[in-house]
């Protein structure tokens, strides 16, 4: 029998969820969207942590100018976007688990990170598709009298499953490899303007910023409530406050910054440090993209006639 | 209702891009002039919350989810062009560096959450909200309301964008390229989620976050509505000029829509195209014959050149010709009773005052 202290209140040595993360204190209950919330907001935090550790370590993409890979995923991307056969979407695929490779990402980490998004946002959205009533065609699967699987159905959900897959283990590479604030100076060879870079720069900084207000907030909440919460109506209530309340203070926020900037010679015009020079390798890599994206495009045309 | 790269094609997605720079462009003048230097702070601060704002996701029985996106809240708050270049920040924040929304589809969710959606919900809150006190519940509403059309007429964006995709994209045996569903089947299915749940969700939310706003801090509605005092009901305010000329060419750009409809207007074809036996007449009636064509020196008969050629450049110029000369008749009618002079004497009169 455990020891327990002779003045202490009961509610003090209920148990409440919250102290351990793998629930190992106290009951286990669903949690509500505020917590939902909380646990979005560290997850945000988390994976940009995660990503520039994956993105310092020392790799074949990451070593490369963020310019250049941008350019070359855009191209890249475009190649994918225009492919019509599975076979050339299939050799795209293989040809980005070679890159994460290669870029020490791990493949089991990498693959994992793609299909279980995949699976979520186009498998089911796909799996109505395939059927005769969605996309007419020769029925090749018959389930009932007269409809089921029909065989361009099944071409159609393999094709986008496909290309999805490629798009989206594409853009990953990028974001894995590459630093945001490079990503960030990337944006300026697209001839963004660069006060849109300006303005998309901060606001990635107050993403976190943000994030870390509303992390603060609801945890302030749960520290303060005990027992059991007020109900769908009051966490709702709560929500809207805190919204309402997190836009005051990232309104006072950009006060303050536009005075810090003011502050610091900050005249309406943005000024960025001189631009780093491409190299070989990055021009050869933007080739061997660029060269790669026509390629799976012509084979593409060529398996299709 | 962000699109992933793979559903559209390249040429959709081109399309949605191309449409949105001229957007993002006027947007950032108007946001300069009317903020100055403070635009690019408060600009990345709206685009952060509203990256936090759709954080709050709420999953819906077709598999997606449906997150409020708040475009129309902070339309509400900053005014329209702010929302529209922070909601396309935000998109980018979430389609470059977490994977949310395609890079390649990046145009297209623009165009249905940062242009559709804030423009759209702006409109109908002003509309509703009139000229209410600040603070009144009315505002609140409004807003509201706005949220709720604003998010349903960027779905139906979304669902005719997907939509169209089998119609344009598919090989010879049918299969389809690109996202697989029909208009038939978009449509409904975007408009049920959104209908129901996803419109609901945004208008609560930004109903609650704005009667908070209302509550706990009247200021920050300020920014927006400056020449709106919560104390002092304001005198109704003329329409400008800049209002007509928008009101004209929307409904020039939705002109064309009436060439889908089918059959012609009854009484206005020629009288050799008449039917008739329809009308239980034998011959085409003397007077009819001989008036009908007594005027024949059109200059653009039949809305297009002579002969019928360029039809389209026509058909287009016969439309400028004529709200060119139905605007100069109206000025001039305007000005024949005075009705301009009045109002531009009452402007001069403080100026000329003792």
């Known amino acids: 029998m455990s020891r327990r202290p002779p003045d202490a209140p009961e509610w003090l040595l209920t148990p409440e969820i919250g102290l351990c993360p793998c629930c190992c204190v106290g009951r286990r209950r669903r949690g509500s969207f505020v917590d939902k919330t909380v646990a979005g907001a560290a997850n945000i935090l988390r994976e940009a942590m995660c990503n520039d550790e994956v993105a310092g370590r020392s790799g074949l993409l990451q070593r490369l100018d963020a310019r250049a890979k941008l350019v070359s995923l855009l191209a890249l991307l475009l190649a994918a976007s225009l492919a019509h056969q599975v076979v050339?979407?299939?050799?795209?695929?293989?040809?980005?688990?070679?890159?994460?490779?290669?870029?020490?990402?791990?493949?089991?980490?990498?693959?994992?990170?793609?299909?279980?998004?995949?699976?979520?946002?186009?498998?089911?959205?796909?799996?109505?598709?395939?059927?005769?009533?969605?996309?007419?065609?020769?029925?090749?699967?018959?389930?009932?009298?007269?409809?089921?699987?029909?065989?361009?159905?099944?071409?159609?959900?393999?094709?986008?499953?496909?290309?999805?897959?490629?798009?989206?283990?594409?853009?990953?590479?990028?974001?894995?490899?590459?630093?945001?604030?490079?990503?960030?100076?990337?944006?300026?060879?697209?001839?963004?303007?660069?006060?849109?870079?300006?303005?998309?720069?901060?606001?990635?900084?107050?993403?976190?910023?943000?994030?870390?207000?509303?992390?603060?907030?609801?945890?302030?909440?749960?520290?303060?409530?005990?027992?059991?919460?007020?109900?769908?109506?009051?966490?709702?209530?709560?929500?809207?406050?805190?919204?309402?309340?997190l836009f005051g203070k990232a309104h006072a926020l950009s006060e303050d910054v536009h005075q810090a900037m003011v502050a610091r010679a900050y005249r309406g015009t943005p000024r960025t440090l001189s631009r780093t020079r491409l190299n070989s390798a990055d021009l050869a890599w933007v080739g061997v993209c660029a060269a790669t994206a026509i390629l799976a495009v012509m084979g593409d045309r060529a398996l299709g006639a | 209702m962000h699109i992933p790269d793979g559903y559209l094609s390249p040429a959709t997605c081109a399309t949605m891009g191309a449409a949105m720079v001229p957007v993002w462009l006027t947007a950032a003048q108007r946001?300069?002039?009317?903020?100055?230097?403070?635009?690019?702070?408060?600009?990345?601060?709206?685009?952060?919350?509203?990256?936090?704002?759709?954080?709050?996701?709420?999953?819906?029985?077709?598999?997606?989810?449906?997150?409020?996106?708040?475009?129309?809240?902070?339309?509400?708050?900053?005014?329209?062009?702010?929302?529209?270049?922070?909601?396309?920040?935000?998109?980018?924040?979430?389609?470059?560096?977490?994977?949310?929304?395609?890079?390649?589809?990046?145009?297209?969710?623009?165009?249905?959450?940062?242009?559709?959606?804030?423009?759209?919900?702006?409109?109908?809150?002003?509309?509703?909200?009139?000229?209410?006190?600040?603070?009144?519940?009315?505002?609140?509403?409004?807003?509201?309301?706005?949220?709720?059309?604003?998010?349903?007429?960027?779905?139906?964006?979304?669902?005719?964008?997907?939509?169209?995709?089998?119609?344009?994209?598919?090989?010879?045996?049918?299969?389809?390229?690109?996202?697989?569903?029909?208009?038939?089947?978009?449509?409904?299915?975007?408009?049920?989620?959104?209908?129901?749940?996803?419109?609901?969700?945004?208008?609560?939310?930004?109903?609650?976050?704005?009667?908070?706003?209302?509550?706990?801090?009247?200021?920050?509605?300020?920014?927006?509505?400056?020449?709106?005092?919560?104390?002092?009901?304001?005198?109704?305010?003329?329409?400008?000029?800049?209002?007509?000329?928008?009101?004209?060419?929307?409904?020039?750009?939705?002109?064309?829509?009436?060439?889908?409809?089918?059959?012609?207007a009854f009484g206005e074809g020629a009288p050799a195209s008449l039917d008739l036996g329809k009308y239980g007449l034998s011959a085409i009636p003397a007077g009819l014959g001989r008036y009908a064509d007594w005027w024949n020196h059109a200059l653009l008969g039949g809305y297009g050149f002579a002969g019928g050629r360029h039809e389209v450049l026509g058909y287009v110029l016969s439309a400028l010709v004529g709200i060119a000369a139905i605007s100069l008749v109206v000025l001039a009618l305007a000005a024949a009773l005075g009705i301009t002079r009045t109002r531009r004497g009452r402007e001069r009169a403080p100026a000329g005052a003792p």
């Open chain 1, 88 to 245: 050339i979407l299939a050799a795209l695929y293989a040809g980005t688990l070679i890159l994460a490779r290669a870029s020490r990402l791990g493949l089991a980490f990498f693959v994992r990170r793609v299909w279980l998004f995949v699976p979520v946002f186009t498998g089911v959205i796909v799996i109505p598709a395939m059927f005769s009533f969605v996309t007419p065609g020769r029925i090749v699967v018959p389930i009932g009298d007269g409809w089921g699987l029909t065989e361009q159905g099944l071409a159609g959900a393999a094709l986008i499953v496909a290309r999805v897959a490629t798009s989206v283990s594409l853009v990953v590479l990028l974001t894995l490899t590459t630093r945001w604030i490079d990503l960030l100076s990337s944006l300026r060879a697209l001839r963004v303007p660069p006060v849109f870079v300006l303005v998309i720069g901060m606001a990635h900084r107050y993403v976190f910023a943000l994030t870390t207000a509303v992390d603060e907030m609801f945890t302030a909440r749960k520290a303060r409530s005990i027992g059991p919460r007020g109900g769908a109506r009051a966490d709702r209530a709560f929500v809207a406050a805190s919204a309402g309340a």
């Open chain 2, 31 to 264: 946001v300069k002039r009317v903020v100055k230097s403070r635009y690019v702070p408060l600009l990345a601060l709206a685009a952060a919350y509203s990256f936090m704002v759709m954080m709050f996701n709420v999953p819906i029985p077709d598999g997606t989810t449906a997150h409020a996106v708040g475009a129309v809240l902070i339309a509400v708050l900053l005014g329209p062009w702010a929302a529209c270049i922070a909601v396309s920040v935000a998109l980018l924040i979430q389609a470059l560096f977490f994977g949310d929304g395609g890079v390649l589809a990046y145009g297209a969710n623009a165009f249905n959450m940062a242009f559709v959606m804030p423009f759209v919900g702006y409109g109908v809150y002003r509309l509703t909200a009139g000229r209410s006190p600040l603070l009144s519940t009315r505002r609140a509403v409004a807003a509201a309301a706005g949220s709720y059309v604003g998010i349903n007429a960027a779905a139906l964006c979304a669902a005719v964008e997907f939509g169209l995709q089998p119609e344009l994209f598919h090989t010879a045996d049918g299969t389809p390229l690109y996202a697989p569903f029909h208009l038939s089947q978009t449509i409904p299915a975007m408009a049920l989620a959104h209908l129901t749940v996803a419109g609901f969700v945004d208008a609560a939310l930004t109903l609650a976050i704005v009667t908070y706003i209302q509550r706990a801090n009247p200021a920050l509605l300020r920014i927006n509505h400056a020449d709106l005092d919560p104390a002092i009901p304001r005198t109704p305010r003329r329409l400008g000029w800049g209002w007509a000329a928008a009101g004209i060419a929307t409904m020039v750009l939705l002109a064309p829509l009436g060439l889908l409809a089918p059959g012609g």
